[in-house]
């Protein structure tokens, strides 16, 4: 069975920047997308970025602000999700999830927390 596995959260001071990982394991992973998601303790949860597994294409909401980056490592069934110059409301539990061909979640990981300091 698939399984996804967040890694590098943490405590951070806001401006500095964060690359948090997604590790993939099963015997067969190739799904369609894969996507970044965080959810604030009394917030809804909140599509940071997604990407589609095949050829990289990526997609971010309009509220992206440009300082988040989803990329892959197809080889090594990977996803990061770069964080650059965060804030303390980007404050959260961040999940990767797979994403099948509606976009929506299949398959969650754990769940990685990231606090920002101010």
């Known amino acids: 069975q698939e399984q996804l596995v967040e890694s590098g959260g943490g405590l951070v001071q806001a401006g500095e920047s964060l690359t948090l990982a997604c590790a993939a394991s099963g015997r067969t992973f190739s799904p369609y997308g894969m996507g970044w998601i965080r959810q604030a303790t009394g917030k809804e949860r909140e599509v940071l970025a997604a990407?589609?597994?095949?050829?990289?294409?990526?997609y971010y909401p309009r509220s992206n602000e440009g300082r988040f980056t989803i990329s892959k490592d197809n080889a090594k069934n990977m996803v990061y999700l770069q964080m650059n110059v965060v804030k303390p409301e980007d404050t959260a539990v961040y999940y990767c999830?797979?994403?099948?061909?509606?976009?929506?979640?299949?398959?969650w990981g754990q769940g990685t927390q990231v606090t920002v300091s101010s």
């Open positions: 999830a797979s994403l099948g061909t509606d976009w929506q979640p299949q398959i």
């Open positions: 990407i589609r597994w095949t050829d990289g294409r990526t």
